[in-house]
């Protein structure tokens, strides 16, 4: 288990090497060489080839890359070939979207719990999945294996739900809250900060407009 | 308006000060030093002041910051301080939670539009905004200026929603679809992969419980 560090940034490529794969699955195509990767990915092929050689390489001279193997080894190492049960905390809009997406769209993600403070929703089904009161949790944890919480809540509340779940034991967190979650180091979060994404996309907008000249 | 460049990592780092700022803002604080602003962030005071230096500075030998001006200096950065106009289209669970987001967390960015091709969702009204037919944009974006598409739709159709609204002069993309878009120079495009996301937390995850010994 002595693995070579791997860097930050060929981790965060590899998701989207594991998209252009199962797309190519879906559409048939059994193999493909670095060079058509790369039309593709618009990532230069010798990246590629370095990318996929930190995990051991897996093309082979003249033949390219079995995209089905390199599929499957892909999810393997981002550990996604085997089942991730989750919880979910705060089931407004956005809750129930991620809720739906899971369900329909998240292999080897399943949702087993939903929690809110709201009596109104308590009882009632998203996915098939009853809401429960955010105060059974620690129960909920003590009798189910939970890999990930994902926080759907607002921002004021999150840290202390965190909080909460970090002392049952659950390890990871995936947080779509507006704040960063303080946290032990034992213990990760990924976030997916929707006004960051957005900012930054105002940003290059702006920066785009400046260039062609219609900002200045 | 020949700026200097400012690194990449350095642009993906202002929404995160822009965050914090509001929650110093809202708290009443009106004035930070580098070194507080370090401990809330997790980020080195030095890496603070080389950020923040990239826009001009801001701060002053022995007060720290002014944090309304820093909040308002920014936001003008990152061009979020005048309004922009933004339709959707894809108005399913995701759209939906995304409308409502941005409706009342998203100050400045005002949805105007809503669009999908589903016969049942057409009329009805989500935020206080009719959904419209799809092929009721291109008459749309003739009347109305609109500064940036949000893309909650399957992947299948993504790319053709995309070139047929990139014809119509919309320069920005909020791409929430599985795939990368491919757009002309002159168009920007930010992502929200949720399964890319989702990955490297599995990725994360199992790299933690490899380090504790869980996983070996």
Redesign the interface.
């Known amino acids: 288990?002595d693995d070579k560090e791997i860097s930050k940034a060929v981790?965060?490529r590899?998701?989207?090497y594991?998209?252009y794969l199962e797309?190519l699955k879906s559409r048939g195509v059994e193999r493909i060489s670095s060079s058509e990767l790369s039309d593709m990915?618009?990532v230069t092929a010798s990246q590629i080839r370095q990318d996929l050689n930190n995990f051991g390489g897996f093309g082979q001279q003249g033949y390219g890359y079995n995209v089905d193997f390199l599929y499957d080894e892909i999810g393997k190492?981002?550990?996604?070939s085997s089942i991730?049960t989750m919880i979910l905390v705060g089931v407004g809009?956005?809750g129930?979207?991620?809720t739906?997406?899971i369900k329909f769209?998240?292999k080897n993600?399943k949702i087993i719990g939903l929690f809110d403070v709201n009596p109104a929703l308590i009882g009632q089904t998203v996915s098939g999945e009853k809401i429960q009161h955010y105060d059974e949790i620690p129960k909920f944890l003590e009798t189910h294996n939970v890999?990930?919480a994902i926080l759907t809540i607002p921002k004021d509340d999150a840290q202390k739900v965190c909080d909460d779940i970090v002392k049952c034991g659950v390890?990871?967190?995936?947080n779509f809250t507006?704040?960063?979650l303080n946290v032990p180091k034992?213990?990760?979060v990924?976030?997916?900060?929707?006004?960051?994404?957005?900012?930054?996309?105002?940003?290059?907008?702006?920066?785009?407009?400046?260039?062609?000249g219609n900002?200045?």
Do not use: C, Q, T
């Open positions: 288990m981790v965060r590899m998701p989207r594991y998209r797309e990915m618009h190492i981002l550990g996604i991730h809009n956005l129930h979207a991620i739906n997406y769209s998240a993600f890999d990930i390890k990871a967190f995936w507006h704040i960063d034992d213990v990760v990924e976030n997916v900060h929707l006004f960051d994404s957005l900012m930054l996309l105002s940003y290059h907008r702006e920066e785009v407009l400046r260039e062609s900002g200045s």
